[in-house]
T-cell receptor, first 119, second 113 residues
Framework: GAGVSQSPSNKVTEKGKDVELRCDPISGHTALYWYRQSLGQGLEFLIYFQGNSAPDKSGLPSDRFSAERTGGSVSTLTIQRTQQEDSAVYLC?????????????????FGNGTRLTVT | TQLLEQSPQFLSIQEGENLTVYCNSSSVFSSLQWYRQEPGEGPVLLVTVVTGGEVKKLKRLTFQFGDARKDSSLHITAAQPGDTGLYLCAGDWHAGTASKLTFGTGTRLQVTL
């Protein structure tokens, strides 16, 4: 079946420009996450959507970052006035609605990411 | 902010060797997951461990969860070039939610012929 799809796969932009990154989660997955990964290191949590609940935005690094999820499906991560330190791979993941702790935790299914380069 | 430290950061070994990767924190996990990521792709789940002291095996990979649920290890027996990749542990800190799975710093493994 179709996995998580992200677009574009690569984006080069000039400092100060705005960018939009798109994520199409797996159909039926109600939870959607955005992470940022720099230089092949660990993943930094950005934002989390779960169904109709208010999103958890606690990981967004500044007010230049925002995200939306329309109709409980597609999500867009927007970075305004990009800076060179925003350069990274932005990963989106989705999972089934969480139904319990421990072994019932639904694993995250990741897309292949968008590599953003700010020049 | 909870921190998950992984060691070593980098590991280069020859085919057939054994290795162990560690994931440590000062906090207690509800559960812990291990992922592998290959260049140009997103991480892929390998295993989830839940119970303190739990050991899970996936072919040549053995995963162990510490008794106190603060640490975990991944042991690979007779490594093969196909094991090359970035190994990430990820901890779930809150019972009843997976809303902010926190990822470790990663261990980059290279297995050469």
């Amino acid at each position: 079946g179709a996995g998580v799809s992200q677009s574009p796969s690569n984006k080069v932009t000039e400092k100060g420009k705005d960018v939009e990154l798109r994520c199409d989660p797996i159909s039926g997955h109600t939870a959607l996450y955005w992470y940022r990964q720099s230089l092949g290191q660990g993943l930094e949590f950005l934002i989390y959507f779960q169904g109709n609940s208010a999103p958890d935005k606690s990981g967004l690094p500044s007010d230049r970052f925002s995200a939306e999820r329309t109709g409980g499906s597609v999500s867009t991560l927007t970075i305004q006035r990009t800076q060179q330190e925003d350069s990274a791979v932005y990963l989106c993941a989705s999972s089934l609605e969480f139904v319990g702790s421990g072994s019932n935790n639904s694993p995250l299914h990741f897309g292949n990411g968008t590599r953003l380069t700010v020049t | 902010t909870q921190l998950l430290e992984q060691s070593p950061q980098f590991l280069s070994i020859q085919e057939g060797e054994n290795l162990t990767v560690y994931c440590n924190s000062s906090s207690v996990f509800s559960s812990l997951q291990w992922y592998r990521q290959e260049p140009g792709e997103g991480p892929v789940l390998l295993v989830t461990v839940v119970t303190g002291g739990e050991v899970k095996k996936l072919k040549r990979l053995t995963f162990q969860f510490g008794d106190a649920r603060k640490d975990s290890s991944l042991h690979i027996t007779a490594a093969q070039p196909g094991d090359t990749g970035l190994y990430l542990c990820a901890g779930d800190w809150h019972a009843g939610t997976a809303s902010k799975l926190t990822f470790g710093t990663g261990t980059r493994l290279q297995v050469t012929l």
